[in-house]
């Protein structure tokens, strides 16, 4: 994985400076197994599945509101 | 690189050293992969949706859209010098605002759907009320705000006051748009900031650059960012957070589209075409995170099941590039933009 920074061409040693300093509290945070992370999201999906439109369609029509609506005489 | 400076060389070993403490620690945790802890699941369906709504009106290339917190109106802004204030459901459009520029690159609609904040090559930020009118019956302008050294690129509201702003100068900005002031910056990127995403429970957003990275940042703490994504080959042009607020999506012009996991800190997955042909301009994500969705350079808005990495299909219809995306937060559909003129509606 190519990291490209720009900066490192920069000659100001204070930006360096505090570059690195961040760079290390990142590097320092806690981190949870990619495993636990798949399973959460995976169960989010599932218990949400039923309400995401775009996946499952719409229970009826009539709870589309860009459905076609029948046209109505005037008698 | 030669330095005849002995700090310099210095420090630029340490940089080398902290960044691979962060490589280190990522790999540590990567104990499985996406696609085989997924593989019980069901195969996602094919992408059932269909254009429903093609919104005319805009003269010009359209830049960008943005759903309101009712899932019904959205606002896209054009090089025509205007934002339209949609109704999704009837196709009208509720309002029609001339601005001062035409530039526009940026435009947010705040949940409540009280205010639109636009901007561009104007450098600056401006937040109509949509509930108030000037005397000459626009939607008043209730604040200008033009302390940006480089053009705007993407702006989101947390509520009717506080403004997210991410601009070509590198910075982000928190602004209280009612009072007018700046309630604190974000730094950190290397590049301009052109996309930026808020979690749903307001409590941090992510950004992407030109960069190649995304970063992940706290509002109550300005300052430096939590977190630094790694993984794009090329700028980040659209990053949106997953629905579990768990995960983001991010999409590029290296012609990917990828998840990142904020506790995980890395990349979960990277989503490409049968043929990666195009650059993608902007992403979005269904109600349940269970489909990826990318506005590309080839016109269409590619498909993927998230948890498979499966392309599930590509919606057809605009006749140039699309730009910008917006998927409701019902999740009942999603707008897309283009330089065709023309607003789509896809459920």
């Not at chain 2, 606002?75 to 010098?81: A, E, I, Q, R, T």
């Not at chain 2, 109704?87 to 530039?103: C, E, F, H, M, V």
């Not at chain 2, 309630?183 to 941090?204: Q, R, W």
Request: proline share 2%.
């Amino acid at each position: 994985m190519a990291v490209v920074l720009p900066s490192m061409q920069m000659s100001n040693v204070q930006q360096q400076r505090v570059l690195v300093e961040q760079l290390r509290r990142e590097a320092g945070i806690r981190r949870i197994n990619v495993s636990i992370a798949v399973e959460d999201i995976k169960k989010y999906i599932v218990d949400h599945e039923q309400d995401d439109y775009l996946l499952v369609g719409f229970s009826s029509q009539k709870a589309n509101p860009f459905r076609e609506k029948s046209s109505c005489s005037v008698l | 690189m030669t330095s005849k400076d002995p700090e310099l060389d210095k420090l630029k070993t340490e940089l080398e050293a902290a960044i691979e403490a962060i490589k280190e620690a990522q790999k540590k945790v990567a104990d499985a992969d996406l696609v085989t802890v997924c593989a019980d699941l069901q195969d996602a369906p094919r992408i059932r949706a269909s254009c429903k709504r093609i919104l005319k009106g805009h003269i010009n290339k359209v830049n960008g859209v943005h759903f309101s917190g009712d899932s019904r109106h959205c606002v896209s802004g054009s090089l025509d010098g205007k934002l339209i204030i949609w109704d999704t459901w009837t196709g009208n459009k509720t309002q029609i605002i001339p601005l001062r520029s035409a530039w526009v690159m940026a435009t947010a609609f705040a949940p409540s759907g009280n205010f639109v904040a636009s901007g561009g090559m104007d450098n600056q930020v401006t937040i109509h009320d949509l509930n108030n009118r000037d005397s000459s019956g626009q939607a008043k302008v209730i604040r200008e705000i033009s302390a940006f050294e480089g053009f705007l690129s993407c702006a989101r509201f947390l509520d009717d006051s506080r403004l997210v702003t991410g601009s070509a100068d590198m910075k982000i900005v928190l602004w209280d748009v009612q009072a007018g002031k700046n309630l604190g910056e974000f730094h950190g990127h290397e590049g301009d900031v052109v996309t930026l995403s808020v979690a749903g429970d307001g409590g941090h957003f992510v950004t992407g650059s030109v960069d190649r990275t995304a970063k992940l940042w706290d509002v109550r703490e300005p300052g430096s960012a939590k977190q630094t994504f790694w993984g794009h080959q090329s700028d980040v042009n659209s990053v949106c957070f997953h629905p579990s607020g768990q995960a983001f999506a991010t999409s590029s012009e290296d012609k990917t589209t990828r998840l990142f996991d904020l506790r995980a800190d890395q990349q979960l997955a990277e989503y490409t075409p049968p043929s990666a042909n195009s650059a993608f301009t902007s992403c979005g994500l269904s109600r349940s995170g269970r489909l990826v969705l990318a506005g590309s350079d080839d016109n269409t808005v590619h498909v993927w099941d998230t948890m498979k990495a499966q392309h599930v299909g590509n919606l057809a219809g605009h006749e140039s590039r699309i730009t910008s995306l917006s998927v409701a937060d019902s999740g009942i559909g999603f707008c897309t933009t283009s330089w065709d003129t023309t607003v789509r509606v896809w459920v």
